[in-house]
């Protein structure tokens, strides 16, 4: 890449967001929207509702803003604060769709080519998936770098397209001589409950789009839900370990370790010690007690907001307008860059 140093001097800013296909479960609660509350006390923050990535599968037109208003309430209800951080959906700023263009004439194929998830999600069907899915993480760049966002909380299987941001920065500081114009964003991977893995399969992440209801913890749930669900969760013969290399070897026990880690802000080590050599019998009764206590108010919170249409709209529109006060200059800037033809 470019020779010349980044410089990038403008503030820190944290930029991420989540799709509105599909109820949020406990895997977005901890891997993402808990992190959010902590990070709007300690950066500048833009939490996007990311439905333009959302229509690079099918997604049901009338559904779409019914999602869009949910994803926002779930936002507030586990505490996102509109007034410490900016809330808005994706598609009402075009600085994502045109920075975006702008990012596939600086990106390489070969970039793209490398990049697993979309093969991940594709399998032996790529000839059929969209042009979006495959292009999915310059739209994610465009997302940041329409922010000259410096930090993205990310989950592991998330660094990837983060990594391409930062190449796409570089290339566009580079090719166009503005060294330091756009930060090259750095993750944030901290704390437990990064990668909350199903209830069904210790070995794979918690996904909305899982069939099986019984694979994840929907932030809709009620408290017999949740407990049913932990109860039936899978696990193996063996009793809680007293360390964790042996954790690393049981990949369901080692989820739900995690997980009361991360619902109760201990390490797992802390976890272990509390209830090494106990059996399962005794273990996720308290992981449940504990998962109720956590989740049911976020439910509660989100159902108020559901049935309140008119509120949610006016936090997505005053976000809306604080975002585009933001990423306009930006993109004017990098068209002014590039060379285009203005009055």
């Known amino acids: 890449m470019s020779e010349k140093p980044e410089i990038y001097s403008g503030p820190e800013r944290v930029f991420s967001g ?7 479960h406990l895997g977005n609660y901890l891997g993402a929207l808990k992190k959010f ?17 959302a229509i690079t599968v099918w997604q049901d037109p009338a559904d779409l803003a019914r999602q869009t208003r949910h994803i926002a309430a779930a936002y507030l209800a586990a505490g996102v604060d509109p007034k410490k951080a ?20 600086v990106a390489r194929m070969g970039w793209l080519n490398r990049m697993t998830q979309f093969k991940d999600k594709a399998g032996k069907n790529s000839e059929k998936m969209s042009i979006g899915l495959y292009d999915y993480p310059v739209l994610q760049a465009a997302d940041i770098l329409a922010f000259k966002g410096t930090h993205v909380p990310v989950g592991e299987d998330q660094k990837q397209h ?3 941001s930062r190449d796409i920065a570089a290339k566009f500081n580079n090719d166009f001589n503005a060294p330091g114009f756009f930060p090259l964003p750095e993750p944030l991977i901290k704390g437990p409950g990064a990668r909350i893995m199903s209830l069904r399969d210790g070995t794979s992440k918690m996904s909305k789009s899982d069939p099986s209801d019984n694979s994840r913890i929907n932030l809709t749930d009620d408290a017999d839900q949740i407990a049913k669900k932990i109860r039936k969760a899978k696990t193996d013969a063996g009793v809680i370990p007293d360390n964790a290399e042996e954790l690393a070897e049981r990949p369901e026990v080692s989820n739900l370790v995690g997980i009361y880690a991360a619902l109760s802000g201990q390490s797992e080590a802390d976890v272990l010690k509390e209830y090494a050599g106990q059996g399962f019998g005794a273990f996720k009764p308290a992981l449940a007690d504990l998962t ?28 809306a307008d604080a975002a585009e006060e933001i990423a306009t200059p930006i993109v004017s800037d ?6 285009f033809w203005k009055v």
């Not at 989540?18 to 949020?24: E, F, K, R, T």
């Not at 006390?41 to 939490?47: I, N, Q, Y």
């Not at 206590?293 to 976020?298: G, L, S, V, Y």
């Not at 249409?309 to 529109?317: G, K, P, Q, R, V």
């Open 86 to 105: 900016i809330i808005y959906p994706q598609s009402r700023i075009k600085a994502h769709t045109e920075l975006a263009w702008y990012f596939n004439c």
């Open 292 to 319: 109720v206590a956590k989740i049911a108010p976020i439910t509660n919170l989100m159902k108020r907001y559901i049935s309140a249409d008119d509120e949610i709209d006016a936090i997505l529109a005053r976000g």
């Open 334 to 339: 990098v068209r002014d860059i590039i060379g």
């Open 37 to 53: 509350v902590s990070l709007q006390d300690e950066h500048d923050c833009v939490f996007c509702i990311v439905d333009l990535h």
């Open 162 to 164: 983060l990594e391409l």
């Open 18 to 24: 989540v799709q509105p296909s599909g109820a949020l």
